[in-house]
């Protein structure tokens, strides 16, 4: 079963602004992770936030992560339309289960 | 970084028939690989944790006789969907853990849309 929620489902913005999802999650975990799939494509890896770590940053990349509220959320900066795509968040649950959890994803679309 | 290669992109079968999903990672060794299944729009589903050598750990309510994977070297995985019906259709994609990569991320294949008439 999937492990977490995320929000919005769908965010639509206009390029140079920057977008933000968030993810939600049950279980204990040893780090959450952020991917990107393009339309009909295999995902990539964006960015791995460690279970003790708050934030973390790359490039235009931000993510937060609070333990306590079992949420993450991914900011966009001076986003482009080549940002354009799915986003999900995985996480890796504690307890040596040695799988990734997808959560249900956000599909953005920058408009030039 | 590490590349995963997954074949076919895309395969039309006829219902009944049984089809094969290969991949391969190329550059690296992959002890454990996993199977995932997305229908459109929705997120991905882990269909199993294919290990090097061993039997695969199926998820809850994946039948292991439908979706049949074997994991023969550490540098391949298949899965063979077998006797393919309409409602099998669906974009499959397979990733693995690269030992060297901090064993954390997951390396993504292309993914696999299959098509059953």
């Known amino acids: 079963s999937q492990q977490g929620e995320e929000d919005p489902q769908a965010l639509s913005i206009q390029e140079g602004e920057n977008a933000t999802m968030n993810c939600s999650y049950k279980?204990?975990?040893?780090?959450l992770q952020w991917y990107r799939q393009n339309s009909g494509r295999g995902l990539v890896h964006l960015i791995l936030?460690?279970?003790?770590?708050r934030e973390k940053h790359s490039g235009r990349l931000r993510v937060t992560l609070d333990t306590s509220k079992k949420s993450s959320s991914l900011l966009i900066t001076a986003s482009r339309a080549a940002d354009t795509a799915s986003y999900f968040c995985?996480?890796?649950?504690?307890?040596?289960?040695?799988?990734?959890?997808f959560g249900a994803g956000t599909r953005l679309a920058v408009h030039p | 970084g590490a590349v995963v290669s997954q074949h076919p992109s895309w395969v039309i079968c006829k219902s009944g028939t049984s089809v094969k999903i290969e991949c391969r990672s190329l550059?690296?060794?992959?002890?454990?690989m996993f199977w995932y299944r997305q229908f459109p729009k929705q997120s991905l589903m882990l269909m199993a944790t294919s290990n090097e050598g061993s039997k695969a750990t199926y998820e809850q309510g994946v039948e292991k006789d439908k979706f049949l994977i074997n994991h023969a070297s550490l540098t391949l995985s298949t899965l063979t969907v077998t006797s393919a019906h309409p409602e099998d259709s669906s974009f499959y994609i397979c990733?693995?853990?690269?030992?060297?990569?901090?064993?954390?991320?997951?390396?993504f294949g292309s993914g696999t849309q299959l098509s059953v008439l």
């Open positions: 990733s693995a853990r690269a030992t060297g990569y901090g064993n954390e991320k997951l390396f």
């Open positions: 279980t204990s975990i040893n780090n």
């Open positions: 550059d690296f060794q992959a002890t454990t």
């Open positions: 936030i460690r279970s003790n770590e």
């Open positions: 995985a996480t890796d649950p504690s307890g040596g289960y040695n799988k990734l959890i």
